[in-house]
């Protein structure tokens, strides 16, 4: 190799180096960064989610922690007494990298203040019966298993007047609307916004024997209802179909118990998450998933879940893996 082809091929030493180097420095002092050291990394070849795979035991863990925070913190005091399920990989409010869910409690007698954000929540009920979610004037009574929605800048206020704790599961689009400066809340005057026991709660309540009949009614060992949010179940000692997608999942075990095994967006990683009710677990994006149910008792298991297909699909950023074009 010529003097000449080592500097024009960029050998270290080299004057072609030493030029670049010192072009590279003067840049950020201009709020200038050059695009092509750092490509491949914005723009990776395939999905490359930050959240890992995460599990949160219901029985074991997550409930007498949260009940312990009922004896710590009322209701009012906390606002929302929530334990936010935190992906290991990163920080709240990231339970996926786009997803965030919590579990909340409200006691007898409570009051969850009235608030409005811009922010759409969903709560899937996981224990209770007599627990309300006031939306927007209307009274709604929550059982488990029931899905209650809380559309963008509803007031809302929740309540108890029955026995027992009351838990569910929040899942919000938080992370996303972190990204935009839309997203912010107000208090409303009173603990509660005046209501009514509402009569008429479908576009606010979708109860659980709605999301089982129409699994149930669908032939063969797996089956998927999309309230837009999906809900599956799995017969006794069958297994899902294998799907990698652009959204990322967060799943709580209805009822029933199995596994999961998931291999992760690198293509050979595998792990396996065990579940059974009352479980939360969350499957980052990218991540092909297989649920298998367990053939104990010889009863489905069913699992609710939340993701962000809906905006992705409206963003048009929803892939499958193995799909040329968008599927609508
Ligand atoms: C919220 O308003 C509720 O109303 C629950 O119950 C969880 C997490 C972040 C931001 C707002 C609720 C929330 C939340």
């Known amino acids: 190799m010529t003097s000449e082809q080592a ?32 490509m491949g990394a914005m723009v990776p070849p395939r999905p490359a989610p930050k959240a890992s795979v995460a599990l949160w035991k219901y029985e074991e863990e997550a409930r007498p922690l949260l009940l312990q925070a009922g004896e710590v913190v009322d209701a009012h005091e906390a606002e929302r007494r929530v334990l936010m399920l935190v992906n290991p990989s990163l920080r709240a409010p990231y339970t996926t990298d786009t997803l965030y869910a919590g579990l909340q409690l409200i006691l007898p007698g409570e009051t969850a203040p009235a608030h409005r954000h811009t922010a ?110 999906p809900a599956e179940r799995i017969a006794a000692g069958a297994a899902s179909p294998a799907v990698r997608e652009s959204c990322s999942f967060v799943y709580h075990c209805f009822e029933g118990s199995g596994r999961t095994r998931l291999t992760l967006a690198d293509g050979k990683t595998t792990e396996e998450v065990v579940w059974k009710r009352g479980d939360t677990f969350a499957v980052p994006a990218w991540t092909e998933r297989v649920h298998y149910a367990s053939e104990e008792g010889g009863e489905a298991s069913y699992l609710f879940a939340v993701n962000d297909l809906p905006l992705l699909r409206n963003l048009g950023m929803y892939k499958r893996e193995g799909e040329e074009k968008e599927s609508r």
Do not use: C
């Open 7 to 38: 500097k024009s091929n960029g050998t270290p030493g080299s004057s072609r180096e030493e030029a670049k180097a010192s072009y590279l420095q003067s840049l950020p002092s201009k709020n200038l960064a050059p695009l092509w050291t750092v």
């Open 120 to 229: 759409f929540a969903l709560r899937f009920i996981v224990e209770g019966e007599r627990g309300f979610t006031a939306v927007g004037g209307k009274k709604v009574f929550m059982s488990r298993g029931d899905v209650i929605l809380t559309p963008s800048w509803d007031w809302h206020d929740h309540g108890h007047d029955g026995d027992g704790p009351m838990i569910w599961l929040d899942g919000l689009d938080l992370p996303l609307y972190q990204a935009f400066p839309t997203n912010f809340a107000e208090m409303y005057s009173e603990s509660r916004y005046p209501s009514e026991p509402s009569t008429d709660d479908a576009h606010l309540k979708i109860p659980w024997s709605k999301a089982q009949s129409h699994l149930d009614a669908q032939p063969g060992p797996h089956a998927i209802y999309h309230y837009t949010l």
